[in-house]
């Protein structure tokens, strides 16, 4: 009986020796000490040995499964070493590793998503409407007659259908107060187009944030308090805000809003950021006409509106002089913002 465990145990070994792969090396293990392996049915025996002869043989039996395990995983280790070994194969491990590219966010969406951050707080929720615009939405709708300049061909771009890009996003104000129930308090960044001559602080495609805020009672007040606590918000309480009397079809009275822009080594001077106003009460007529109902009528709500460039406000925040800076994607110019 011992003599054959010890046979068992070298064609054990011998079959272990051999196996040239993980695959084979497991067989090996199935076939001695599998459920139906050699050695486990040799265990199997031990019942038939007279009692005496039982601790004996169980030591030996120990001893020689022991030394198959062992083997198996000593040769395991031996197999998975040469395909360590093998996959890198070739490959110059001493190289310098590759080094990892770190992105960052563009100047222009900082601002937008904190400008967000801060309009939200107050309560406005975001909306949105398309670039591609009908003149209802981007004019008519918004108090703009035909003969308004902002119509003119040279200003607008129009496609043949007679579709426009938008000239800016006081058409998502329309879209909203279409289906919307009052209070309405929206805010609603995107771009806006125009054929604007490019230079320092103009694009023919630019970014603006819209915002409206109609109900009951909303007073010029309301309005200041909020711009000139966002413009705080977003700049700091030193930020010198200033209001111009100005006209917008759509609002009425009408402002425009000046930030001061502090360019290193440059005189300090104001820049146009914002439009804004009390909606025009035409606005609401024409609205409560399209959609059959009086819950804009303006009699008995009132609003404010105001459209804000994000790129003038990127400017103001890092002292950017030109605004071409923002879409000229040079990396020298967009790291120190990631
Ligand atoms: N839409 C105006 C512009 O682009 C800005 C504006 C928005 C003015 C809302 C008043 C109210 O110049």
């Given at each position: ?40 049915a040799a265990s199997a025996a031990m019942k038939d ?290």
């Amino acid at each position: 009986m011992k003599q054959e465990l010890e046979t068992i145990q070298a064609d054990a070994l011998s079959a272990i020796e051999a196996a040239s792969d993980q695959k084979i090396l497991d067989e090996a293990r199935v076939a001695f000490l599998g459920k139906k392996g050699r050695l486990t049915a040799a265990s199997a025996a031990m019942k038939d040995l007279p009692n005496e002869e039982k601790p004996a043989y169980g030591q030996a039996l120990n001893v020689a499964r022991q030394a198959i395990t062992a083997a198996i995983e000593s040769k395991l280790a031996a197999l998975q070493e040469e395909a360590d070994k093998k996959s890198v194969e070739g490959i110059d491990v001493t190289l310098p590793a590759r080094e990892l590219l770190e992105g960052g966010l563009h100047p222009l969406t900082l601002v937008k998503d904190r400008a967000i951050q801060i309009l939200r707080r107050m309560g406005f929720a975001l909306a949105e409407g398309p670039e591609i615009e009908t003149e209802y939405h981007c004019f008519d709708a918004l108090n703009t007659p035909d003969d308004h300049p902002a119509r003119n061909e040279k200003d607008t771009f129009y496609f043949d259908s007679g579709k426009l890009l938008r000239t800016h996003t006081s058409s998502v104000q329309i879209r909203t107060m279409e289906k919307a129930t009052p209070p309405v308090r929206i805010i609603a960044p995107g771009s806006a187009y125009r054929r604007d001559e490019i230079d320092a602080t103009h694009l023919s495609v630019f970014n603006q944030l819209e915002g409206l805020f109609v109900a009951e009672d909303v007073k010029l007040g309301d309005l200041k308090g909020t711009l000139e606590y966002f413009f705080r918000a977003m700049f700091g309480n030193e930020t010198e805000v200033r209001f111009r009397p100005h006209f917008f079809p759509f609002t009425e009275p009408s402002f425009e809003i000046d930030v001061k822009l502090h360019v290193k080594g440059q005189k300090p001077k104001w820049i146009e950021v914002a439009g804004c106003g009390m909606v025009d009460p035409a606005v609401f007529s024409s609205l409560a006409e399209s959609r059959g109902d009086d819950l804009f009528d303006p009699e008995k709500v009132t609003g404010f509106a105001f459209g804000m460039g994000l790129d003038r406000l990127a400017m103001i925040q890092w002292g950017i002089k030109d605004i071409r800076l923002l879409i000229e994607n040079d990396t020298r110019f967009l790291k120190q913002f990631a």
